[in-house]
């Protein structure tokens, strides 16, 4: 569905005026509505809910000061640019302090207004998607206890089951049982690291964390899990690599935890990858930094579900993502690692080329000698 044009409502009293903003911004692609008053805008902003909203700040009848103000009453989320002739700091600031987005002086060129409702409906469109986003979370939190239920009852659920075809004498075959025993066996132990996961987030204490660290090389560290992944490379078919060790590859850090976070990290990117995929694993020196990137050639993640994959139990809901086993922890249990080592990961991803994620941990300070201590 092609979404509808943004909707520019232009107030005021100048009939020149209103004439001319709507052919510039008709000439964009923008649709436009017009109001010579306050009365008449406010009353179309109640029927037509424009995104946006040109208002002129002095006109007969309502003031555009009042106009801004019970614009607001009706749609919080309106953006409000200010035209006027009699453009002074003091009326520039009441305007701000009423809800206006900016400020245009009379008289504006063509580009100067395009410009600045170009800005404002970007605006818009940002806080529109912070609000979606703040209602996903909030949904999410709403229905922890659901989530939380339903990834500790699907295992048992089908254990159960297995169970009961063996107690229910249905399958005769030794060899048959065995099979399901193994298969109810790898669900008890999914499910026993997914209750130690989720105790290890819970118990997970900065001040615990804090307390261990010293100084560590990364290269080395990240060299081991490579090394350990390799089967589980191998078997996706994906290759790994290593960047060579970089001039300061030493943090202040607890190994057992960071060996822990890089290994979700990387266990995701062969996870998520294709046949013949690459992970790449490069570091470099950004001071105050050392920066790891986790570079993949996979699936890939949408834009929507960035800010929400480090939530726990949050799990994209893809096609791809469905053959895929997990239980939406990794990513939270990785960030509170690397946030106690007063670091942070930040993440960027194309759907179908991959993901790159990218985690900053500070460098372990200086010996006297200038040398990084090791
Ligand atoms: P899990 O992998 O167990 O589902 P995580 O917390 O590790 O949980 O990841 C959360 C979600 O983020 C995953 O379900 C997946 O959809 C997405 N994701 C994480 N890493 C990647 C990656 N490298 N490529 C594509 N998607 C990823």
């Excluded at 290890?200 to 350990?228: N, S, T, Y």
């Amino acid at each position: 569905m092609r979404k509808e044009a943004p909707l520019i409502l232009i107030i005021d009293d100048e009939e020149s005026m209103r004439d001319s903003c709507s052919l510039i911004l008709t000439k964009e692609g923008y649709r436009t509505a017009t109001a010579p008053d306050g009365e008449t805008g406010l009353q179309l902003i109640q029927e037509l809910k424009p995104d946006l909203a040109l208002v002129d700040l002095k006109m007969p009848g309502i003031s555009g000061f009042d106009v801004l103000e019970r614009a607001k009453e009706i749609d919080p989320h309106i953006v409000q640019v200010v035209i006027t002739g009699y453009a002074t700091v003091e009326s520039a600031v009441e305007a701000m302090k009423k809800g206006a987005y900016d400020f245009l002086p009379k008289p504006f060129t063509p580009d100067e207004l395009r410009i600045i409702i170009r800005r404002g409906l970007e605006r818009r469109q940002l806080t529109l998607e912070k609000e979606a986003l703040e209602r996903e979370k909030r949904l999410m939190e709403e229905n922890f206890i659901t989530m939380v239920s339903h990834q500790l009852k699907s295992p048992l659920v089908v254990i159960l089951q297995y169970f009961e075809v063996i107690l229910n004498g249905v399958v005769k075959d030794e060899q048959q049982k065995l099979e399901m025993l193994k298969k109810a066996k790898e669900r008890l132990e999914g499910l026993l690291k997914l209750i130690n996961d989720w105790l290890d987030i819970a118990r997970m204490d900065k001040g615990h964390i804090v307390e261990k660290r010293k100084p560590l090389a990364l290269h080395p560290l990240l060299q081991d899990i490579l090394e350990f992944m390799q089967p589980l490379a191998k078997e996706k078919q994906v290759s790994l690599s290593l960047s060579p060790v970089a001039q300061e590859d030493t943090v202040l850090g607890d190994e057992e935890t960071l060996k822990e976070a890089f290994s979700n990290l990387i266990h995701n990117a062969i996870k998520y990858n294709k046949p013949h995929g690459e992970v790449r694993v490069s570091l470099k020196t950004e001071p105050p930094w050392i920066k790891v990137d986790i570079e993949d050639t996979g699936i890939g993640i949408a834009k929507e579900h960035l800010p929400l994959i480090f939530e726990q139990f949050y799990r994209v809901n893809n096609k791809d993502r469905k053959k895929k086993e997990g239980s939406g922890l990794g990513l939270a249990i990785a960030k509170k690692i690397i946030e106690a080592h007063e670091g942070r990961i930040e993440v960027t991803s194309e759907v179908s080329q991959g993901s790159c994620f990218s985690v900053y941990l500070p460098q372990a300070p200086l010996t006297s000698s200038g040398e990084q201590t090791k």
